[in-house]
């Protein structure tokens, strides 16, 4: 392993960094599913940003895109303003993913981040219904302010943040018994209970793979019946896609799958396309009841990630190429981890398209594996509540050669910690 100048980051950078602070590189430059440190080792990188790096990191038809942009003195500040940017993106967005897939959405610039998305739907919800509370589901992750953090459900993310500010109610994810729940007559049954306690919620808030909570994948039935019971109760459905969106399951929305249309959408990560912040609330027309003003902030609308959004969905969504290969290179990640399930005792897998999950049934070997990778030179994360899980999130745009690389790498880290 290169040595590198890591002390600053230890003598002044705040304990909460977390994802990859037990790497011990300091990266200088990347392109597509490769990252290099500034002693010139190189790492195939199956972290990508949590899933911001859809694209690659540097993406070629992104980075000439901010090149002219910028070139041209475009716009990099905008705010609420009209720009050419803004207008580009916006019809692209229409002519590439609203109109092909029939959704009647309009679109919202809530902040830069993903947590700013869920902050408005929530809020949103709140106020198109009048109700106050929201139903979550276990092992949910949604973010780190307060309302976000309310439905979040890892306990050590949510500790010493004090009492929610959002009055919120997990309900088991689907599987979450280790067995299927196939409807939700109980939770009507609750719902129609005076005596039960719970306050009629506002929304229910859901993704359809859980990524930080250990790539659990709720069944397209399981989603559906969801749709309903919110549908027949008048509750509003919020599909957090702040993670799996941008393709990252297959479809560009991961809800697709089901075939449901949520109330309210949340996009974040991939969308700005080359790992720039932006972040996207999509809600139906008739929810469009904010007041001017009533959710702002300085940072909505980020101008260049508007062009880089663009050159994004006019290159990979005009068609259905990139959906197709992510389905079959996931499939191929699936086919090499059941292997592994098969081979070791307490491994399986689980995952939808590009977003695969290893698992181990001693946690502290999925931590294991992912240093043995590292030093072997690839970047992978753990999730999960006791980082059991190995989570695979390459870029999508990753050719065969670079996967089956990362993959055998993988593997090897795997058989050393059995060995
Ligand atoms: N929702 C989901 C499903 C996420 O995975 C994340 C980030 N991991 C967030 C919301 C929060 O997004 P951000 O970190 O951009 O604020």
């Known amino acids: 392993m290169t040595t590198v100048e890591t002390s600053i980051f230890e003598s002044l950078e705040s304990e909460v960094r977390s994802y990859s602070r037990n790497w011990p590189s300091v990266f200088e430059s990347a392109s597509g599913a490769w990252i290099r440190d500034e002693g010139g080792r190189e790492y195939l990188d199956f972290f990508a940003g949590a899933g911001a790096l859809n694209y690659g990191h540097n993406n070629p038809v992104m980075k000439q895109a901010l090149i002219d942009y910028i070139a041209g003195d475009g716009i990099t500040h905008g705010l609420d303003m009209s720009t050419v940017a803004k207008r580009e993106?916006?019809?692209?967005?229409?002519?590439?993913?609203?109109?092909?897939?029939?959704?009647?959405?309009?679109?919202?610039?809530?902040?830069?981040?993903?947590?700013?998305?869920?902050?408005?739907?929530?809020?949103?919800?709140?106020?198109?219904?009048?109700?106050?509370?929201?139903?979550?589901?276990?092992?949910?992750?949604?973010?780190?302010t307060l309302g976000a953090l309310s439905v979040t459900g890892n306990s050590m993310k949510r500790a010493g943040?004090?009492?929610?500010?959002?009055?919120?109610?997990?309900?088991?994810?689907?599987?979450?018994?280790?067995?299927?729940t196939e409807d939700f007559q109980w939770f009507e049954r609750v719902l129609d209970d005076s005596g039960s306690g719970l306050n009629r919620p506002a929304a229910v808030i859901v993704e359809t793979v859980q990524g930080e909570g250990g790539v659990n994948v709720a069944r397209p039935e399981w989603l559906r019946a969801l749709a309903d019971l919110c549908q027949r109760r008048d509750i509003l459905l919020i599909v957090d896609d702040v993670q799996m969106g941008c393709g990252r399951t297959g479809p560009f929305f991961s809800f697709e799958v089901a075939g449901i249309t949520p109330d309210i959408?949340?996009?974040?990560?991939?969308?700005?396309?080359?790992?720039?912040?932006?972040?996207?609330?999509?809600?139906?027309?008739?929810?469009?009841?904010?007041?001017?003003?009533?959710?702002?902030?300085?940072?909505?609308?980020?101008?260049?990630?508007?062009?880089?959004?663009?050159?994004?969905?006019?290159?990979?969504?005009?068609?259905?190429?990139?959906?197709?290969?992510?389905?079959?290179?996931?499939?191929?990640?699936?086919?090499?981890?059941?292997?592994?399930?098969?081979?070791?005792?307490?491994?399986?897998?689980?995952?939808?398209?590009?977003?695969?999950?290893?698992?181990?049934?001693?946690?502290?070997?999925?931590?294991?594996?992912?240093?043995?990778?590292?030093?072997?030179?690839?970047?992978a994360e753990t999730s999960g509540p006791s980082d059991e899980v190995v989570k695979l999130l390459p870029p999508l745009t990753i050719t065969e050669a670079e996967l089956d690389h990362g993959l055998s790498i993988l593997a090897e880290a795997t058989a050393k910690v059995f060995a």
């Open 89 to 144: 993106f916006l019809k692209s967005f229409q002519r590439n993913i609203l109109e092909p897939r029939g959704l009647d959405y309009k679109v919202q610039f809530p902040g830069p981040t993903g947590t700013n998305s869920v902050e408005a739907a929530l809020k949103l919800a709140r106020k198109a219904t009048g109700r106050e509370s929201i139903i979550n589901f276990t092992n949910a992750f949604h973010g780190m």
């Open 161 to 180: 943040a004090g009492v929610p500010l959002v009055h919120a109610t997990p309900m088991p994810f689907d599987n979450y018994f280790g067995g299927v």
């Open 265 to 379: 959408v949340t996009l974040s990560k991939s969308i700005g396309g080359y790992g720039l912040p932006m972040a996207l609330t999509l809600f139906k027309p008739e929810l469009d009841l904010w007041a001017p003003g009533e959710h702002n902030g300085t940072f909505r609308g980020n101008n260049p990630a508007f062009v880089t959004a663009t050159a994004a969905l006019d290159h990979y969504w005009a068609d259905d190429a990139l959906h197709k290969s992510t389905l079959a290179k996931g499939e191929r990640i699936s086919q090499i981890f059941s292997n592994l399930a098969q081979t070791f005792d307490g491994v399986s897998t689980r995952g939808r398209g590009m977003v695969q999950g290893l698992v181990f049934a001693d946690p502290g070997m999925a931590v294991k594996v992912c240093g043995i990778a590292f030093d072997e030179g690839l970047l």
